[in-house]
């Protein structure tokens, strides 16, 4: 399984994450914010904050996305 090297928090409510095989996703959030889950990122200051432990992307202790549901979200 790929571990997360980074993410970088873009516009609009997209993610560039980038893969420890070299290879990147940009995962789009911005359909997700009315949800109960991530509605806490629609705060843009927030939503930047994102940071990754090669597991998960992380917003503080608040909300985290694992790499396997990195590539499910990817995919819709």
């Known amino acids: 399984m790929s ?6 928090p873009k516009g609009d409510y997209r993610l560039e994450v980038l893969l420890d ?3 990147s996703v940009i995962l789009n959030l911005e359909s ?4 109960l889950r991530f509605g806490m990122l629609s ?6 904050t994102a940071t990754t432990d ?3 992307i992380r917003w503080g202790d ?5 790499v ?3 590539f499910q979200l ?3």
């Open 21 to 23: 095989n070299g290879s």
């Open 32 to 35: 997700r914010l009315q949800t």
């Open 3 to 8: 571990r997360i090297k980074s993410v970088v």
């Open 68 to 70: 396997t549901e990195v």
């Open 74 to 76: 990817a995919q819709k």
């Open 43 to 48: 705060d843009k200051e927030f939503f930047k």
């Open 54 to 56: 090669g597991i998960c």
């Open 62 to 66: 608040l909300i985290e996305i694992s």
